[in-house]
Nanobody
Framework: QVQLAESGGGLVQAGGSLRLSCAAS????????MGWFRQAPGKEREFVAL????????FLADSVKGRFTASRDNAKNMVYLQMNSLKPEDTAVYYC??????????????????WGQGTQVAVSS
């Protein structure tokens, strides 16, 4: 069992930055790839980033490439999403998730086994 808790969301002006944190508990964290997703009101949950177990590989959605990056600290059981040059369209609830062991494509939320409760990010224009 893994429990996740996101933090760091808030209200920021366009062009600003935020760093989201995801605190994880559970023995499988350090061996698991971790994903970040977001969901805006009335929209489906959308893939944002995936970081592999060691942090050596990061995959980003096209909409955030060049602006966002992910990192992790396995010693602290933490995963981070650094968001720069924020835009109003980045407004959403952001979730971290533990990737499951199946073969579902990494951008598909159904391929993730555990989810946090989410943290709200609002970007004003």
């Amino acid at each position: 069992q893994v429990q996740l808790a996101e933090s760091g969301g808030g209200l920021v002006q366009a062009g600003g930055s935020l760093r989201l944190s995801c605190a994880a508990s559970g023995r499988t964290f350090s061996s698991s790839a971790m994903g970040w997703f977001r969901q805006a009101p009335g929209k489906e949950r959308e893939f944002v980033a995936l970081i592999n177990w060691s942090g050596s590989s990061i995959f980003l959605a096209d909409s955030v490439k060049g602006r966002f990056t992910a990192s992790r600290d396995n010693a602290k059981n933490m995963v981070y999403l650094q968001m720069n040059s924020l835009k109003p369209e980045d407004t959403a609830v952001y979730y971290c998730a533990v990737r499951g062991s199946g073969t579902i494509y990494y951008t598909d939320p159904s391929g993730y086994a555990y989810w946090g409760q989410g943290t709200q990010v609002a970007v004003s224009s």
